[in-house]
């Protein structure tokens, strides 16, 4: 049986995940404004990079029903079972050039990012990540991650047969705007809503929410 593509229903909760979280008091400001989920940095290169250590005391601090999300980007594999054995995030996402296998082989449920541009044949990037929890689409930027640019939400298919978090240049202004066109299942912040690279601020995570949750209505 074919799949069938993924439709959010009428008037769907938005699901938030605020990504780069750094502090413990970042990521209860996101729970307590009503994230869905946080995201941890496993690289490097960010400024948002998080070590082990460091990550788990930022899980261990966060409320009941509130998700940790490990992001890598090319990470080997000992780093990566490092990680889920120490902070055990309820997703793993892979934002380099992972395949299919280097993603199923921690036995874990994952996200797989789609670099937006020109040529990307993103039904074909389902297909080949059928066993992805749901795709994140981000802006492409010669580095990875999506470096806080928006891409052209015109150029999504419209049966795509996954969930899709929707990521690249979104705050408090855009968000409205890009749920009601696009209707993701859910969208991912972390430029957006900071007061410096890596520290977030409070009060652009409560009025990033808040207009979330506008467009929900």
């Known amino acids: 049986m074919s799949a069938t593509p993924f439709s959010p229903p009428p008037r769907h909760r938005t699901r938030i995940k605020i990504c780069g979280i750094t502090r413990v008091e970042d990521a209860q400001a996101a729970a307590q404004a009503g994230a869905d989920a946080i995201g941890l940095v496993f690289y490097p290169p960010s400024p948002r990079n998080v070590g082990v250590a ?3 005391e930022i899980a261990l601090s966060l409320p009941p029903f509130v998700s940790v999300v490990a992001l890598f980007v090319n990470a080997a594999p000992q780093r990566v079972e490092e990680v889920i054995d120490a902070v055990r995030p309820a997703l793993l996402q892979f934002h380099g050039d992972e395949t299919p296998e280097d993603c199923t082989r921690y036995r874990h449920p994952y996200l797989r990012a789609a670099r937006m541009r020109e040529g990307l ?21 010669p580095e990875y991650g999506g470096g806080g640019e928006v891409f052209d939400w015109s150029c999504i298919p419209a049966n795509v047969a996954h ?21 993701p299942w859910a969208i991912d912040v972390s ?4 007061a410096s690279k890596g520290i977030k601020s409070a009060q652009r995570i409560a009025e990033f929410i808040a207009a979330v949750r506008a467009a929900d209505q």
Do not use: M, Y
Request: proline share 2%.
């Open 54 to 56: 460091q990550a788990r």
């Open 121 to 141: 044949d993103l039904l074909d990037f389902a297909s080949r990540f059928s066993t992805s929890h749901a795709l994140v689409l981000d802006a492409f930027v």
């Open 163 to 183: 969930p899709l978090v929707l990521s690249g240049g979104l705050h408090a202004a855009n968000v409205t705007q890009a749920i009601r066109q696009v209707r």
């Open 191 to 194: 430029s957006g809503v900071e």
